[in-house]
T-cell receptor
Framework: GESVGLHLPTLSVQEGDNSIINCAYS??????FIWYKQESGKGPQFIID?????DKRQGQRVTVLLNKTVKHLSLQIAATQPGDSAVYFC???????????????FGQGTRLTINP | NAGVTQTPKFQVLKTGQSMTLQCAQD?????MSWYRQDPGMGLRLIHY???????DQGEVPNGYNVSRSTTEDFPLRLLSAAPSQTSVYFC???????????FGPGTRLTVT
């Protein structure tokens, strides 16, 4: 079945270091991938996205890498700050044939903790 | 722009009661959806809508109904609440499928 999973449920990094959060997906029809950040008690917040015709996309301090060969997605956060502490979810967008809509399948999430 | 708003923020129901979770967006987005989030898990799609008058089921639709009479509003109805429906519910909207989804702040529902 479809699943989007994460290799590590928790990740601790030192403030100022780079963080890498990994994600595996299983549906080869997925055409769009998103990383969300969720702080305690809040809804998911969009960080960055990438379409399946790309393998890398950069934002402000964040980079998403997509490897379609091994169905792997990663989020890199440069110079991690205390405000980066949150749960990070990857999500894959699966087109629904004949319905003109999407199904967004979320991974379980990785909790990123920043050590001072 | 208020974005996506949800009411109420918290709700406690007894088993068998019904209620409606409200969701509204002011971004003129066609696509809206409802998710539930259980502890230690990602979000799971309940129902979605690609425009006013059009709704369809997601991964976990049982026990929930939706309607979309306007572009702005997408209420989620629990027909007969069960303890298994205890969860945090998020509404989201986007310009179109495969575009960034904006999430509301969530409704924390407890069914006793």
């Amino acid at each position: 079945g479809e699943s989007v999973g994460l290799h590590l449920p928790t990740l601790s990094v030192q403030e100022g270091d780079n963080s890498i959060i990994n994600c595996a997906y299983s549906n080869s029809a997925s055409d769009y991938f998103i990383w969300y950040k969720q702080e305690s008690g809040k809804g998911p917040q969009f960080i960055i996205d990438i379409r399946s015709n790309m393998d890398k996309r950069q934002g402000q301090r964040v980079t998403v890498l997509l490897n379609k060969t091994v169905k792997h997605l990663s989020l890199q956060i440069a110079a991690t700050q205390p405000g980066d502490s949150a749960v990070y979810f990857c999500a894959e967008n699966i087109p629904l044939r004949g319905q003109g809509a999407q199904k967004l399948v979320f991974g379980q999430g990785t909790r990123l903790t920043i050590n001072p | 722009n208020a974005g996506v708003t949800q009411t109420p923020k918290f709700q406690v129901l007894k088993t068998g009661q019904s209620m409606t979770l409200q969701c509204a967006q002011d971004m003129n987005h066609e696509y809206m959806s409802w998710y539930r989030q259980d502890p230690g898990m990602g979000l799971r799609l309940i129902h979605y809508s690609v425009g006013a008058g059009i709704t369809d089921q997601g991964e976990v639709p049982n026990g929930y109904n939706v309607s979309r009479s306007t572009t702005e509003d997408f209420p989620l109805r629990l027909l007969s609440a069960a303890p298994s429906q205890t969860s945090v519910y998020f509404c989201a909207s986007s310009y179109a499928p495969a575009y960034e989804q904006y999430f509301g702040p969530g409704t924390r529902l407890t069914v006793t």
